[in-house]
């Protein structure tokens, strides 16, 4: 495992190979992280849909340790989620390595992209398959699309800053993790805790609450303001509290240890 300055560097580098990327890929790869993430939303619903009355909390224990495959897929298998660009190209912006525009450009499309992996799936898997439109499956649904439209702007706010703060920690130490076993295991733990919480998830939302519009249980004005302050949490809790804080903690080890190397590679 690196060592916090050791991933600082790592971040960083992720975050201008997010940058360079062309249009296409950043679609397509945009496109498969919000698919990724629904999948998970999707595990978690056919998991816990049936025990949810019974097991109460539990219920939402054993959601939460299923969700993380989607993040897993995306890290480790390939793609590109917002929440996770809103940590890695915070980090080269503070470094000096982005600039403004071209962070601004790169959230933009993925977020547009993440938002039509996640539709895709609520309304191909979700509502045409009718994997989230009957029975059990289709309550529990409307229950958690209901549950984050009835909270208010303040509440989606904060709750979108406690859910990017671990999932940007969980992209953080991936990057520092060493071998497949390490990744899995430092995005399992953290995302499995912002979902057991209850905290909320921009595109995660693009998937349940469209999933919840196609039942007829919701709107998407509904959902334009759910995701509106979502997201702007969403975004303060990954280059802020990640990015941020961490930029300002280790920027001083990174630079030496970048020093060292290069002495060392002089030598």
């Known amino acids: 495992m690196m060592n916090p300055a050791e991933i600082l560097t790592a971040t960083i580098h992720h975050?201008?190979?997010?940058?360079?990327?062309?249009?296409?890929e950043k679609a397509?790869?945009?496109?498969?992280?919000?698919?990724?993430?629904?999948?998970?939303?999707?595990?978690y619903i056919r998991a816990i849909?049936?025990?949810?009355?019974?097991?109460?909390?539990?219920?939402?224990?054993?959601?939460?340790?299923?969700?993380?495959?989607?993040?897993?897929v995306i890290l480790l298998g390939g793609g590109e989620l917002i929440t996770s660009n809103m940590t890695a190209v915070s980090t080269s912006f503070f470094a000096k390595k982005v600039t403004l525009?071209?962070?601004?450009?790169?959230?933009?499309?993925?977020?547009?992209?993440?938002?039509?992996g996640a539709i895709f799936v609520a309304f191909v898997f979700g509502h045409l398959v009718g994997l989230t439109g009957i029975g059990a499956y289709k309550t529990e649904l409307l229950s958690l699309a209901q549950s984050?439209?009835?909270?208010?702007?303040?509440?989606?706010?904060?709750?979108g800053i406690g859910c990017n703060w671990f999932v940007g920690l969980a992209m953080w130490m991936c990057y520092g993790a060493k071998d497949a076993a390490g990744k899995v295991l430092a995005v399992w733990f953290p995302v499995m805790a912002f979902v057991a919480?209850?905290?909320?998830?921009?595109?995660?939302?693009?998937?349940?609450?469209p999933a919840a519009i196609f039942e007829n249980g919701a709107s998407w004005l509904d959902f334009a303001h759910n995701f509106l302050f979502v997201y702007l949490g969403n975004l303060f809790g990954g280059s802020i509290f990640v990015a941020g804080f961490y930029s300002l903690g280790y920027r001083r080890q990174a630079r030496e240890q970048e020093e060292l190397k290069n002495k060392e590679k002089s030598y």
Do not use: C
């Open 49 to 72: 849909a049936s025990v949810a009355d019974e097991l109460g909390s539990l219920a939402s224990l054993i959601g939460a340790s299923v969700f993380p495959i989607g993040l897993i």
């Open 197 to 209: 919480i209850g905290f909320q998830h921009s595109i995660a939302n693009a998937f349940v609450i």
């Open 28 to 43: 397509v790869l945009g496109f498969i992280g919000g698919a990724m993430i629904s999948f998970g939303y999707l595990l």
């Open 148 to 159: 984050k439209i009835n909270a208010s702007w303040s509440q989606e706010f904060l709750s």
């Open 15 to 24: 975050g201008q190979e997010k940058i360079k990327r062309p249009f296409l």
């Open 101 to 116: 525009s071209e962070l601004l450009k790169n959230w933009l499309i993925i977020t547009v992209f993440n938002v039509l």
